[in-house]
């Protein structure tokens, strides 16, 4: 349909262009040749004083009127004549066309020709004047005529030139164009098929044109060709990609860098609990939330991953159900943004979790050996070193209180010696689980670090606390409140107690230890079961109203 357009609007042009010239070259021409026929028309009249002036010449010589008047009569007989007249030397009017009136159809002031008459015998006498003045209306329409005609052939000349300009440019140029085109429209890509070059045009730009196109569609053969291969090895991957994706023995997992999920394979599925049905109800966008124990923790290292582009790997423990606690080595990669993107918002955020449960059972089993008692449960003392510090460490930067409390059994040797090992155990057994019923599970440290000797960590809490002196005496009470043993019997032990307290006492844990075991040996010389402050003197077992106290300063 654009061809045909530009058919249309070669043919307007040339018409346009065509009416163009001949609107400037018809008025010229017709001017040019209504001037040359006025001139002809002169020269005509001129010729016809010329035929009669031997004529004339001889009647003017004779002064014979008659003969004169036959002549102007026959020259008036000329449609060019308007006018015909014969003067006297002197100049005066002799014989006229009609008299000495001037006809109607002749214009004043109109074009007159003229021819002296002269004596046959002297030359050099003039007898007369032969005069015709020119009918201007026939001059003027004779002239209007042959103008009018090559006017006409003129513009003709420019539109058949124009139309004939058409009809080449259509046969030679457009049409096979439009040829071309249809061949082009009809091609299917990749069919390998060319175009035909046409004879006429073998060796112009119509040719060369046709020959680019062939190049053009040879190229996109080609393109398509490699195309399809590409396609195909692409599809491959794809398939091995998915096979390897779904089948995978660690999750994977893509999100946006919003953190909502955009897929998982069925690992990750198995290892989150998340169900596909999650996301038409918007819960994608909490993935992370409900799929770890402590999601703040992945958030940072999503943050960590797009700030530095490193991988970023911890193990996280899972939301578990049914009571069980999964755990996986999660692997966090911020992959790159796309072209013209900045590089610290990237596309995705990938996400590849390995299930190591079985593994960090095992090293919080081990942990846990190593850092309790296995006859107590409690902590043992490298359990308690290493838990006393990090209460400290966290006291430090809120600015909170620690008191330590250092527990040795009173009269435990005697009944081991004298009811043997196993009743011992079973009295530390039950010293152990008084000591935790004391204190605050969530907070507190309780631990085994001797034979016979524990130790007490309370957190948020100063020398002058009561609840520190609420729980020295219910540690005195409870533990020193008869033990039942195998076969009905039941033995009592004591228990003397040093307190110290961070930061007055100390400001690490081996120094605060150092200081309540001073203050529990002062006990222990002063008279035992009772409890006293670092530096301090041993307190009495009990005041005037019945109950232990702890001195002032």
């Not at 010239?21 to 040019?32: E, K």
């Not at 899972?318 to 990237?346: D, F, K, N, Y």
């Amino acid at each position: 349909m654009r061809l045909k357009r530009l058919q249309d609007g070669l043919l307007i042009a040339l018409l346009a262009a065509a009416s163009l010239l001949a609107g400037v070259a018809a008025p010229l021409a017709y001017w040019g040749a209504f001037n040359r026929a006025l001139s002809q028309g002169e020269d005509t009249l001129n010729g016809l004083l010329i035929a009669v002036e031997k004529t004339a010449t001889i009647g003017a010589y004779a002064g014979d009127a008659i003969l004169l008047q036959e002549v102007v009569d026959g020259l008036s007989l000329n449609p060019l004549a308007g006018f015909v007249e014969v003067r006297d030397p002197s100049g005066r009017p002799w014989v006229s066309s009609g008299g000495n009136n001037r006809p109607a159809q002749t214009d004043a002031g109109g074009q007159w020709v003229e021819r002296a008459l002269h004596s046959p015998f002297d030359r050099a006498e003039t007898t007369g004047t032969l005069r015709i003045e020119a009918n201007m209306a026939v001059l003027r329409a004779s002239a209007r005529a042959q103008a009018s005609v090559l006017a006409s052939i003129m513009l003709g000349q420019s539109l058949g030139v124009a139309l004939l300009l058409y009809l080449l440019a259509t046969r030679l140029v457009s049409r096979p164009i439009v040829q071309m085109a249809d061949r082009l429209r009809s091609m299917v890509p990749g069919s390998m098929k060319h175009l035909d070059v046409p004879p006429l045009h073998e060796h112009d730009e119509l040719g060369a044109l046709v020959r680019s196109a062939n190049t053009l569609l040879s190229n996109q053969d080609e393109a398509l060709q490699r195309e399809r291969v590409l396609r195909a090895e692409i599809a491959k991957l794809g398939a091995e990609y998915e096979t390897i994706f779904s089948a995978s023995s660690a999750g994977i997992f893509v999100m946006t860098r919003e953190m909502r999920l955009m897929h998982c394979n069925a690992r990750a599925r198995s290892l989150s609990g998340w169900v596909e049905a999650n996301a038409d109800t918007g819960a994608d966008a909490q993935f992370v939330d409900t799929t770890f124990a402590q999601p703040e923790i992945l958030r940072n290292m999503i943050r960590q991953a797009i700030v530095c582009g490193n991988t970023e790997a911890a193990d996280l423990a899972l939301r578990g159900s049914g009571g069980i606690t999964r755990w996986v080595h999660c692997l966090i990669t911020a992959r790159a943004a796309l072209q013209g993107h900045a590089a610290e918002t990237p596309a995705v955020i990938e996400g590849v979790m390995y299930d190591i449960t079985e593994r960090k059972q095992a090293e919080l089993a081990s942990r846990h050996r190593a850092e309790h008692d296995p006859l107590t449960g409690l902590n043992n003392r490298r359990g308690c070193d290493v838990t006393l510090a990090t209460i400290l460490d966290g006291a430090r930067s809120s600015g909170t209180s620690v008191c330590v409390l250092y527990l040795d059994l009173d009269g435990f040797k005697s009944i081991n010696d004298r009811y043997g090992h196993a009743s011992g155990d079973n009295v530390l057994m039950e010293v152990a689980r008084r000591i935790r019923t004391q204190v605050r599970r969530g907070s507190d440290l309780c631990a085994r670090v001797g034979g016979d000797e524990f130790l007490v960590a309370l957190c948020d809490t100063d020398e002058r606390s009561p609840h520190l002196c609420e729980s020295a005496s219910e540690l005195l009470a409870s533990v020193g409140a008869p033990i039942p043993l195998e076969g009905g019997l039941k033995v009592n032990v004591g228990v003397s107690i040093g307190i110290a307290c961070y930061p007055r006492h100390g400001q690490n844990a081996p120094a605060l230890v150092h200081s309540a075991d001073l203050a529990m040996y002062e006990v222990k010389r002063t008279g035992k079961h009772a409890f006293a402050m670092a530096f301090l003197p041993p307190l009495a077992e009990a005041d005037a109203t019945g109950g232990p106290h702890l001195p002032s300063d």
